[in-house]
């Protein structure tokens, strides 16, 4: 006898090896929550931004990968590894404060226009955690390398072994012993920000803050990469939001992307910076979309919101942008061909 939905769904699928796209297009049609994957171009304006003060000159390379139509994936690795090499820099890379155990151990990802990603946890010894991350995500079937595995599996990439403990971030770390309480800084990367003053912290320099970078290039891709030390003086082993895609950072090609900064446990427990990416899906523009998501963090925790930071920072497809953070100070770069901005303060709840 003929089955007519057998039919239907054979000539659905036949057909479907020749008309994908076509196929796609009618689905879309007929359901406006699928949205169809706009294609890659070749005459976007590119544009790339990232978070706080040093996104200034993490900006400054990776528009050297965008300006000579490279990938947006080079842009951002290049980028974000001038923060990892800046010893002067505390709270990323090379000269990061360390865990309560004197020991600096880096958090980073990295994801692409394709949906594919890497990450490692809690490495020590290596400079440019991203680098390993992207190999992660290049050159393994997995998603993830943490501790010893990650650090083992560098080795064997070619990375070489560095103290990354400076003799600054060692005499900060010292000095913190003495009190040894854990009670991060809101804007450590801006001292007229900070919710202490300057001199009574141990080298001016007692927090965390996070390099997430997002970038779109010349042929309509976005990718993005967010790395960091984390929090100073945490507990050993503590992971924060910054190398957990969705957390830390997400990217989905037919939207945009989103990273974030701040008190990572916050962020891990909204899936901050995927909520941010759907919120845009939805239509909100990225600073909205910024905004509602630090909202709801402010919502489920009003008492903990109240003394802490966490910012958010978006990127559409369209080249619109956006940030929004729980306090003020919260500062990003965006770099384009027109300009080298440093956005500051950015908008926020306080
Ligand atoms: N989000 C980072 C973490 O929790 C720190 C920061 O960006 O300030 O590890």
Not at 14 to 29: E, I
Not at 50 to 56: E, K, L, M, P, Q
Not at 238 to 246: F, M
């Given at each position: 006898?003929?089955?007519?939905?057998?039919?239907?769904?054979?000539?659905?699928?036949?057909?479907?090896?020749?008309?994908?796209?076509?196929?796609?297009?009618?689905?879309?049609?007929?359901?406006?929550?699928?949205?169809?994957?706009?294609?890659?171009?070749?005459?976007?304006?590119?544009?790339?931004?990232?978070?706080?003060d040093?996104?200034?000159?993490?900006?400054?390379?990776?528009?050297?990968?965008?300006?000579?139509?490279?990938?947006?994936?080079?842009?951002?690795?290049?980028?974000?590894?001038?923060?990892?090499?800046?010893?002067?820099?505390?709270?990323?890379?090379?000269?990061?404060?360390?865990?309560?155990?004197?020991?600096?151990?880096?958090?980073?990802?990295?994801?692409?226009?394709?949906?594919?990603?890497?990450?490692?946890?809690?490495?020590?010894?290596?400079?440019?955690?991203?680098?390993?991350?992207?190999?992660?995500?290049?050159?393994?079937?997995?998603?993830?390398?943490?501790?010893?595995?990650?650090?083992?599996?560098?080795?064997?990439?070619?990375?070489?072994?560095?103290?990354?403990?400076?003799?600054?971030?060692?005499?900060?770390?010292?000095?913190?012993?003495?009190?040894?309480?854990?009670?991060?800084v809101i804007n450590s990367e801006n001292k007229n920000y900070q919710n202490a003053a300057p001199e009574k912290l141990?080298g001016n320099q007692y927090n965390?803050d996070?390099?997430?970078?997002?970038?779109?290039?010349?042929?309509?891709?976005?990718?993005?990469?967010?790395?960091?030390?984390?929090?100073?003086?945490?507990?050993?082993?503590?992971?924060?939001?910054?190398?957990?895609?969705?957390?830390?950072?997400?990217?989905?090609?037919?939207?945009?992307?989103?990273?974030?900064?701040?008190?990572?446990?916050?962020?891990?427990?909204?899936?901050?910076?995927?909520?941010?990416?759907?919120?845009?899906?939805?239509?909100?523009?990225?600073?909205?979309?910024?905004?509602?998501?630090?909202?709801?963090?402010?919502?489920?925790?009003?008492?903990?919101?109240?003394?802490?930071?966490?910012?958010?920072?978006?990127?559409?497809?369209?080249?619109?942008?956006?940030?929004?953070?729980?306090?003020?100070g919260?500062s990003?770069?965006?770099?384009?061909?027109?300009?080298?901005?440093?956005?500051l303060?950015?908008?926020?709840?306080?």
């Amino acid at each position: 006898m003929f089955n007519r939905r057998k039919f239907i769904k054979k000539s659905a699928l036949t057909a479907g090896l020749f008309s994908f796209s076509g196929n796609l297009r009618a689905l879309t049609q007929n359901n406006p929550s699928i949205i169809p994957p706009s294609p890659s171009q070749n005459n976007m304006k590119p544009i790339v931004i990232s978070t706080w003060d040093f996104g200034v000159a993490a900006n400054a390379d990776a528009w050297k990968v965008l300006s000579t139509k490279g990938s947006c994936l080079d842009a951002v690795e290049k980028g974000v590894m001038v923060a990892e090499a800046d010893e002067k820099n505390n709270s990323v890379g090379y000269g990061g404060l360390p865990d309560r155990d004197g020991i600096v151990t880096l958090d980073a990802c990295i994801m692409d226009s394709d949906g594919n990603i890497g990450a490692v946890l809690a490495l020590e010894n290596i400079k440019h955690a991203i680098c390993v991350a992207r190999k992660v995500m290049e050159k393994t079937p997995h998603v993830m390398l943490a501790g010893k595995g990650a650090y083992q599996f560098a080795l064997e990439q070619g990375f070489k072994t560095e103290n990354l403990l400076t003799q600054e971030s060692e005499k900060a770390w010292k000095e913190w012993l003495k009190n040894a309480k854990y009670n991060p800084v809101i804007n450590s990367e801006n001292k007229n920000y900070q919710n202490a003053a300057p001199e009574k912290l141990p080298g001016n320099q007692y927090n965390h803050d996070t390099i997430g970078m997002l970038a779109l290039d010349v042929h309509g891709n976005i990718a993005g990469a967010c790395t960091t030390s984390g929090m100073a003086f945490k507990l050993h082993g503590r992971i924060g939001d910054s190398p957990i895609i969705g957390a830390g950072l997400y990217i989905d090609n037919e939207i945009g992307g989103a990273t974030s900064t701040g008190v990572g446990e916050e962020v891990v427990r909204n899936v901050g910076s995927f909520l941010v990416v759907e919120l845009m899906r939805q239509g909100y523009s990225p600073q909205d979309a910024c905004k509602e998501a630090v909202m709801r963090i402010i919502r489920k925790k009003p008492q903990t919101a109240k003394n802490i930071q966490v910012g958010f920072l978006a990127l559409n497809k369209k080249g619109e942008y956006g940030a929004y953070a729980i306090q003020k100070g919260f500062s990003y770069a965006v770099c384009n061909e027109n300009k080298q901005d440093l956005i500051l303060p950015g908008k926020s709840y306080y």
